[in-house]
C-alpha cells in the first residue's frame, strides 16, 4: 500500500525573519476567550510583503492579549494600518461571531473589517516560545495623517512586548 504525507520539513516550524522593519499586510483578526475566562484576546494573522524573497511572504502573528496593554496594542496596529480606532474603542469594521446564535458569546468571532487587507510597517523582534523562535511585533509606524493633531493624548508604544 502507498504512504503518502508531506515534506519532512513541512513538519518544523517555519524560521523567523531577522529582526527589523517590515511591511506586512493584515489577513485576520479572531477574538479568543482569554485563559483565565475573564476576557478576550485579539490574534491578528499577518503575512511579510514587498520584502526580497528570503523574507517575503511569512508569517507574523501580533498577539493583543487581555490586559493592560491591550488597548495600546490594538491602536497602534490600527493606526500602522491607516485607520483610527472607533471613538467607543472598536475596531473599525464589522465581526463575524462564531455561532449566531449566541450573540453574546465572542469566542472564535473574526474581524470582517476594513483593515483586512491593508498594509502596515512594524518592526519585528525574535523571541522564542515553547522552544521555537518566532517573531513578535515591537512597534507599528503610525499612518494615521496628522495623528498627534488628531489624537494628542495618543502615544504609541516603541516597545508592545515590554521586554528586551
Known sequence: MPKMGVAPEQLEAPAPVPGGWYKLRLKSIICKKSKSGNGYNYEAY????????????????????????????????????????????????????????????????????????????????????????????????CKVDQCAVRFPKVRHSTNLIGKK
Open 46 to 141: 499577518c503575512n511579510t510583503v514587498e520584502q526580497p524573497i528570503e523574507t517575503n511572504d511569512k508569517f507574523v502573528l501580533f498577539r493583543m492579549n487581555n490586559g493592560f496593554s491591550q488597548g495600546q496594542a490594538a491602536q497602534d496596529m490600527c493606526h500602522g494600518l491607516g485607520f483610527p480606532m472607533e471613538s467607543d474603542g472598536t475596531f473599525p469594521g464589522d465581526w463575524e461571531l462564531k455561532d449566531a446564535s449566541k450573540p453574546d458569546e465572542f469566542d472564535g468571532a473574526q474581524y470582517k473589517g476594513v483593515l483586512l487587507g491593508k498594509t502596515g510597517e512594524a518592526e519585528l523582534t525574535t523571541d522564542s516560545y515553547g522552544g521555537n523562535d518566532r517573531n513578535v511585533v515591537k512597534q507599528w509606524k
